[in-house]
């Protein structure tokens, strides 16, 4: 169920996450003018963050990690006011031996020869709508944990980091992080993950088993590895009207499955020459068939292409893209949207909203016609949320 009613007046909640903590920005529902408040969690890198107004709370889970303190969630229930670790948080499930010199267990599974460690945590998502307690974390190492008490205490979902490819599983070149967790609207047994340098994986069964949903993506092929795996998917979005319907950003270009991640075939006309404009991180999807990118000159340089900033936007499913007319700034920017960078409240109209890694935010009310620019620069921008919360 919606955490607004219709019709009831509304306030929108931007949640940032940078390098360098996090930022709330507030405003009503026509997001004319915006109030700041932060630096949230001060000194620690804030990559995920979730707004959740289930239940009556007003809890904002907060996926950090800190030089000494190592990965953490923490929690907020005033509104960043003040901060607290979750009661049990995230831990992998000992599958090995504990090596006591470095503190850490070793996965004894044949094959794997390194380490699982926490070194953060990429994503935070709600449950079902009939789960209203229930939050998911995706971390790096990649592994997916579940808690069912709103966050206060967590498990791994063990069935994921057990599937019979995890030993060959591998970071690429910005490690293996488990970056998408999507949840079916209709089901709440059927979800579906999304690691970086490994690929995509779906469960029928609340994850207690997977199975790969790779075919028909490109491969970055490593040494040894299972051909199931070794697929770089970058960001995966839901159609929000049918959910057989999936739309992939990977390393080399934009993807769409239409039988809940079977098989994917790649939706890049307009996009531009391979190597050029097909490759980028963030995805978002405003309504059914409307998508924005943000993409990037190719996998070696990751910014801007020709150092202008821009925006794709596809009203056909993914048919066809083309470039919004939005002009974001005069000067050059050689600059970069990370996976999360990127995201679409759900007002009418619907606000588009990005952030970049210079510490730029945008946002746009008229799907891109035209950007305005939130005072001020921030710290390198991790992930950008939409909260809406009654006035």
């Not at 190592?70 to 090995?96: H, K, N």
């Not at 490690?175 to 999304?194: C, E, K, Q, S, Y």
């Not at 051909?227 to 270009?253: N, S, T």
Request: overall charge negative; proline content about 6%.
């Amino acid at each position: 169920m919606p955490d607004v009613h219709p019709g009831a007046a509304r306030r929108v909640v931007l949640l940032v996450g940078t390098t360098k903590g996090a930022f709330f920005l507030h405003s009503d529902e026509h997001r004319q003018d915006w109030t700041l408040t932060g630096p949230h969690l001060g000194g620690w890198e804030v990559f995920s963050l979730l707004g959740d107004s289930r239940q009556g709370r007003r809890r904002i889970f907060a996926g950090t990690h800190h030089q000494s303190g190592g990965a953490t969630i923490q929690v907020s229930d005033d509104l960043g006011a003040s901060w607290r670790p979750v009661e049990e948080g995230p831990r992998f499930t000992p599958l090995g031996d504990f090596d006591w010199e470095k503190g850490r267990w070793i996965p004894n599974q044949p094959g794997t020869q390194r380490e699982w460690r926490l070194n953060r945590f990429w994503q935070l998502v709600q449950g079902h709508d009939s789960q209203p307690d229930t939050v998911f974390a995706g971390s790096e190492e990649a592994a997916l944990f579940v808690s069912h008490d709103a966050g206060e205490h967590w498990k791994e979902l063990s069935g994921l980091t057990a599937h019979p490819t995890r030993p060959d599983w591998g970071p690429g070149a910005a490690g293996m992080g488990l970056h998408t967790i999507l949840v079916h609207p209709d089901n709440p047994d059927r979800m579906w993950v999304a690691a970086s340098a490994v690929g995509v994986f779906r469960t029928d069964d609340a994850g207690a088993t997977w199975q790969t949903c790779n075919a028909g993506l490109d491969r970055q092929p490593v040494a040894g590895r299972s051909a199931e795996i070794g697929y770089c998917a970058h960001k995966i979005v839901l159609d929000p009207d049918d959910p057989e319907v999936l739309y992939m950003q990977d390393h080399g270009g934009v993807n769409k499955s239409v039988d809940g991640g079977d098989s994917w075939f790649p939706i890049e006309k307009g996009l531009g020459a391979e190597g050029d404009e097909r490759f980028g991180f963030p995805m978002a999807v405003a309504r059914s068939g409307e998508l924005y990118i943000f993409p990037l000159k190719n996998s070696e340089h990751r910014v801007a292409r020709d150092g202008r900033m821009m925006v794709y936007r596809s009203d056909d499913r993914g048919e066809s893209w083309q470039p919004v007319p939005g002009d974001f700034a005069a000067t050059t920017s050689y600059v970069n949207v990370l996976r999360d960078g990127m995201a679409v409240d759900s007002l009418e109209p619907h606000g588009l909203y990005f952030g970049t890694s210079s510490g730029d935010l945008f946002y746009s009310l008229d799907r891109g016609t035209s950007w305005s620019a939130i005072e001020g620069r921030f710290p390198r921008i991790t992930c950008v949320k939409t909260w809406l919360l009654p006035a």
